[in-house]
């Protein structure tokens, strides 16, 4: 499967971005999904995942309550939800696919897109 991430931009802290991944392949609706970011001079990070069927999530204490995971299988596309953002989100966000049983852990994702940049300036 191949992932496309969209949707970074800069925003003030307190305000919101909505970023996509838009996936090849008709297995999509097979893989968990994850979200993870890296911010500058530091190493990436788990932010959320969503599983297969997108009836469970998981998420970084660190965004709990702000952020939102969610698929739409039929387009192909997994969301992130970024509400209240504070400057300490400012990372380039990475979306991937998984099919093993960690997918909540945040390990042994298998395909990784290309980066989206979020800044949030304060």
């Known amino acids: 499967v191949q992932l496309q991430a969209s949707g970074g931009g800069l925003v003030q802290a307190g305000g919101s971005l909505r970023l996509s991944c838009a996936a090849s392949?008709?297995?999509?609706?097979?893989?968990?999904m994850g979200w993870f970011r890296r911010a500058p001079g530091q190493e990436r990070q788990f932010v959320a995942a969503?599983?297969?069927?997108?009836?469970?999530?998981a998420y970084a204490d660190s965004v709990k309550g702000r952020f939102t995971v969610s698929r739409d299988n039929p387009k192909n596309t997994v969301y992130l939800q970024m509400n209240s953002l504070k400057p300490e989100d400012t990372a380039v966000y990475y979306c991937?696919?998984?099919?093993?049983?960690?997918?909540?852990?945040?390990?042994?994702?298998?395909?990784w897109g290309q980066g989206t940049e979020v800044t949030v300036s304060s």
């Open positions: 392949g008709r297995t999509f609706g097979s893989y968990n």
């Open positions: 991937a696919a998984d099919h093993g049983s960690s997918w909540r852990l945040g390990i042994g994702y298998d395909y």
């Open positions: 969503i599983s297969w069927s997108g009836d469970s999530t």
